[in-house]
């Protein structure tokens, strides 16, 4: 008797491991692992998600019609050219099997986020990984990697969980020198928070051609996570693969109706980026305070560099013993870094107190920074 055999790749994907929400014997826990919003839900969502209670013995609308609408509102688009998914991480599984597969190369940077490396493999593609400068995605290296099987290239614009950001002329030359038939997928999932005055979150090198997409989120500023809404605006002829492969009901009814009320709430992304901007200063400034390098980051979050593996470990381990969970870089290979979201005031201020006193603290017998 032999047993059911997955494909080989298959056993080669190292199952993604989200941030972590508990720790053994601690009662308050700071979940600071995950990026997801400093406030909540926004009131609105929630008023929608108990409204829509009596009603999900109903199907949703499958092609998620007033959320497309109520995004392309939003945002100025054409909600034609929207598509919504379970989350954005559907979408990205969508694109690697619609436009990879076996013998299509997809290239992503080495700090780049990890669903790009699973779906690529899960669609039979090979990833490659591009070296990055500075934890900044590198455009001259990204083309000097395309090679004739190239048929993707994700950059999440600002990058999860380095926080760089791709300048504008960066983004539009890598497009200009990418192949035509190469789709470019610029991963957006935080650019509520990004401040630069120069950004476009890639709805410019959209609508400039049929060989680019943009994704979007929910589940970071919009405090949606737990809900699973992601959405993509694209050229006509990708949305339409999308829509033809995608899960017919994929956005639930609480779903839909929790992210239309979101968008409504009123001053709920300025108060967000706002508290934000200050906080992730805040945090940033007393972690360099204490000897701790802080990369500069445009999203929700930051990386606090440790300089060695150990060190980093031994912080994390302390900041858990206190019930603060942030999140190990070692999947990243960042193994000296731990990722670090802006919380609340209070949480940020907890996160900046406990390691006033572990770098304050000698290393314990038989610990070394090595
Ligand atoms: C959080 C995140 C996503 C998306 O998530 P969903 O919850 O699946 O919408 C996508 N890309 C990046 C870079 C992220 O950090």
Redesign the pocket.
Known sequence: MTAPTPRPEILTIAAYVGGESKVEGVNRILKLSS?EGAFGPPVSAQEAFRQVAAEIHRYPDGGSGALRRAIGARFGLDPERIVCGT???ELIQHICHIYGGPGADIIMTMHG?T?YQIAGTYAGSRVLKVPERDLTADVDLILAAVTPATRIVFL?NPN?PTGSLLPEEEMARLRRDLPPEVLLVI?A?YAEYVTDPGYDPGIALVDAGDNTIM?R?F??VFGL?GM?V?WAYGPPAVIDAINRVRGVFNVNIAAQAAAVAALAEPGWVERSVAHNVEWRGRLSAALEALGIKVWPSHGNFFLADFATAARAKRADAFLRGRGIIIRGMAAYDLPHCLRITVGTAEECTLVADALTTFMSARPADGETDG
């Open positions: 990026n989350g954005s991480d986020f669903m999440a999860n991963d999932a994704l989120t589940s970071k996570g699973r992601g």
